[in-house]
């Protein structure tokens, strides 16, 4: 299912969606398809499409794994030993799932939320767990979270990490949308990007939601869309 909501930011719109839609931010994608920015005589506002999948209740695809700036819980970096049931059988889910792929890895706790809970991987073959632009390591999290769902607890999101793959390569695609922004306006054209999952390409949106001569537009089907940076010109 396809919504729209406006509000005067990119943050505004998506709590608004999140009440008005009964889900929380990491369930659902959004795309920015409309900025105006504030001038003297204008209100600014920023229009978003957010994009659910109602075929698959109860299942996230949590790549969503930092906090956004409306999260209130504090992330609690404490005893990275199981302290019940519940995440004794996630470690062991994760570690039996690495072990039949061929690898061996210790699995701990990394961090405890309300609703979110991550667990890092230490292995020799961290790589191959994180596989091309991390899609082992999110096909691997998307498997614990339904586990997590089986075990009744689809409130809470497990996120996965291996050698602080996530905050890297976070910081990477921060880059990548600078670079790209400059190309694109010395050419005056538009630049198709790699397909990302959708936080990755919400924080395409993001970083360059704030540059008026540029312009970013989610393309494609399925979970792992591309990214268009656009050249639109100086308004």
Known sequence: MTYEFEGKTEKDAIEKATIELGLESD?????????????LFKSGYVKIRVHTDEAAP??????????SPSETAKRVMGNPIPQDEFEQKLTTFVSEIITKMGYEAGVEILFREEKK?????TSESSSILIGRKGKNLDALQLLVNVYAGHLGREDVRVILDTENYRV???????????????KVRTKRTSILLEPMNPFERRLIHTTLNDFSDIETKSEGEGLYKQVRVIYKGNY
């Not at 369930?27 to 001038?39: A, P, S």
């Not at 390569?169 to 400059?182: F, G, K, M, Q, S």
């Open 27 to 39: 369930q659902f994608d959004v795309e920015i398809i409309e900025t105006q920015k504030k001038t």
């Open 58 to 67: 109860g299942v996230k695809y949590d790549d969503d794994d930092n906090d």
């Open 117 to 121: 809970i991550g667990l890092k991987l």
């Open 168 to 182: 890297r390569r976070e910081e990477n695609l921060v880059h990548l949308a600078y670079t790209t922004a400059d």
